[in-house]
């Protein structure tokens, strides 16, 4: 997560994310699941700007939504406050700076400015990434000196995916999502990620979602993925929630197919869908994979690799 300073505040990248492996455990007397999942970050981000306001409000303002064939780079089309984004005090980020600024004892409020490039409703974490970027730029702006163990405790109570956004890279989360096991320094990974027209609910993804008798576990592929073999890492891709995404969006099929008949070392769901992504070799191979996946239109394309 890159955060620098302008000339009215601070502004913060906040990156996308893939689960390269997702089971789920259990099913825990909060109404969340218990989780083991392995999860990086790549070079798609939404960026947050954050100006203090000696006014005392939370003002929100969104621009973008994700443009059709996207590169990665290419700047969000400016579409003030998209309808599918609460831009209120349901919105994530709202929520997150008006919570630091209370555990905090701020008084003054601050203007936000979120240019969205993440896709919504598409398992790959931007509203979490979007909220950890708030309580970074709130205690950066304010001058709290929180340790990120701090903003963790935070992060947790605003959602499962929000903590692991703070760990600036790979990690395994468990629990809820909220323990977080920071993975070390990895080499680049290269992907294509495709999200296809429609979205898909959290809630009904996992609500139709059984737990199994003998779960997987993350350490093969943590392993694998350690040394750098891409090779057994593209094998050992899962993610428990697929066949229900399956069976909910027409897309997952659709992009299975699509994907497997490209030369990935393995291809998968992220999170709880609908976002699609192929392990690659290289960028070039991710490039090359994107361009012939656009050509036959099964959603906004992405080349990206592995980021901090």
Same mark, same amino acid.
């Given at each position: 997560?890159?955060?620098?300073?302008?000339?009215?505040?601070?502004?913060?990248?906040? =990156?996308?994310? &893939?689960?390269?492996?997702?089971? +789920?455990?259990?099913? $825990?007397?909060?109404?969340?699941?218990? %989780? !083991? *999942? #392995?999860?990086?970050?790549?070079?798609?981000?939404?960026?947050?700007?954050?100006?203090?306001?000696?006014?005392?409000?939370?003002?929100?303002?969104?621009?973008?939504?994700?443009?059709?064939?996207?590169?990665?780079?290419?700047?969000?089309?400016?579409?003030?406050?998209?309808?599918?984004?609460?831009?209120?005090?349901?919105?994530?980020?709202?929520?997150?700076?008006?919570?630091?600024?209370?555990?905090?004892?701020?008084?003054?409020?601050?203007?936000?400015?979120?240019?969205?490039?993440?896709?919504?409703?598409?398992?790959?974490?931007?509203?979490?990434?979007?909220?950890?970027?708030?309580?970074?730029?709130?205690?950066?702006?304010?001058?709290?000196?929180?340790?990120?163990?701090?903003?963790?405790?935070?992060?947790?109570?605003?959602?499962?995916?929000? =903590?692991?956004? &703070?760990?600036?890279?790979?990690? +395994?989360?468990?629990? $809820?999502?909220?323990?977080?096991?920071? %993975? !070390? *320094? #990895?080499?680049?990974?290269?992907?294509?990620?495709?999200?296809?027209?429609?979205?898909?609910?959290?809630?009904?993804?996992?609500?139709?979602?059984?737990?199994?008798?003998?779960?997987?576990?993350?350490?093969?592929?943590?392993?694998?993925?350690?040394?750098?073999?891409?090779?057994?890492?593209?094998?050992?891709?899962?993610?428990?929630?697929?066949?229900?995404?399956?069976?909910?969006?027409?897309?997952?099929?659709?992009?299975?197919?699509?994907?497997?008949?490209?030369?990935?070392?393995?291809?998968?769901?992220?999170?709880?869908?609908?976002?699609?992504?192929?392990?690659?070799?290289?960028?070039?191979?991710?490039?090359?994979?994107?361009?012939?996946?656009?050509?036959?239109?099964?959603?906004?394309?992405?080349?990206?690799?592995?980021?901090?």
């Amino acid at each position: 997560m890159l955060v620098h300073r302008s000339t009215v505040g601070v502004v913060v990248q906040a =990156p996308a994310k &893939l689960n390269l492996f997702f089971e +789920v455990l259990g099913k $825990r007397r909060d109404g969340y699941h218990e %989780i !083991e *999942t #392995l999860m990086v970050p790549i070079g798609l981000s939404d960026t947050l700007s954050f100006e203090e306001d000696s006014g005392g409000q939370i003002v929100f303002e969104c621009l973008g939504t994700c443009p059709e064939d996207a590169t990665v780079g290419v700047p969000a089309i400016r579409e003030t406050n998209p309808t599918t984004l609460p831009v209120g005090d349901e919105n994530l980020v709202v929520r997150a700076v008006d919570l630091i600024r209370r555990r905090a004892g701020v008084e003054c409020g601050a203007k936000l400015r979120l240019v969205k490039r993440i896709p919504i409703a598409a398992g790959l974490g931007g509203g979490s990434s979007d909220a950890a970027a708030a309580l970074v730029a709130a205690n950066e702006a304010w001058q709290l000196g929180w340790p990120r163990s701090d903003l963790g405790q935070l992060a947790a109570e605003l959602g499962s995916d929000v =903590p692991f956004f &703070l760990a600036d890279g790979a990690a +395994v989360c468990r629990g $809820r999502g909220e323990r977080i096991e920071p %993975i !070390e *320094t #990895l080499g680049t990974m290269a992907f294509v990620v495709v999200r296809p027209p429609e979205g898909l609910s959290t809630a009904a993804v996992y609500q139709r979602c059984e737990v199994p008798e003998k779960p997987k576990h993350v350490d093969p592929i943590l392993q694998f993925l350690q040394r750098g073999d891409w090779v057994r890492v593209g094998r050992l891709l899962f993610n428990r929630l697929q066949p229900v995404a399956r069976e909910l969006s027409v897309w997952i099929c659709k992009l299975e197919d699509a994907l497997g008949r490209e030369d990935c070392l393995g291809h998968l769901m992220s999170g709880s869908g609908t976002c699609y992504f192929g392990l690659c070799r290289h960028m070039r191979h991710a490039r090359r994979v994107a361009r012939r996946l656009r050509a036959i239109g099964v959603g906004t394309t992405y080349a990206v690799q592995t980021s901090r």
